[in-house]
């Protein structure tokens, strides 16, 4: 599968995907940030092709709280995404991908203010 893949990924041209995978996670971030009233805390230049943005106060700063936002995210809206928590926060990471696009993220930051 892996020639395959890499094959793939050179006819869509290996710079042009890192490209859009850079800037969705930079547009994600911004996006997830501005609706959930969060600070974002890192520039572009230190995003590579995912962001980890914090998730809005009132989910709590321990595991279990992080491991209930993922469930809820994953078995209520199907959305699979890295979730944890770290420095008593929960936070969410989200990895763009040329498969995905703005409706995915913007789908991913109503799912969070519907939990």
């Not at 959930?36 to 980890?52: H, L, Q, S």
Request: glycine residues 6%; proline residues 4%; hydrophobic residues 45%.
């Amino acid at each position: 599968a892996s020639p395959a893949g890499f094959a793939f990924l050179n006819s869509l041209g290996f710079d042009e995907v890192c490209a859009w995978n850079h800037g969705l996670a930079c547009e994600t971030a911004n996006l997830l940030c501005a609706q959930w009233r969060t600070e974002r805390g890192v520039p572009d230049a230190n995003i590579g092709t995912m962001a980890t943005v914090p998730a809005p106060e009132r989910f709590g700063g321990e595991p279990d709280d992080a491991a209930r936002l993922r469930d809820a995210l994953l078995f209520e809206h199907h959305i699979e995404v890295h979730v944890f928590a770290a420095w008593k926060r929960v936070w969410v990471r989200v990895s763009a991908q040329v498969y995905n696009d703005r409706s995915d993220m913007e789908r991913l930051g109503d799912a969070v203010e519907r939990c």
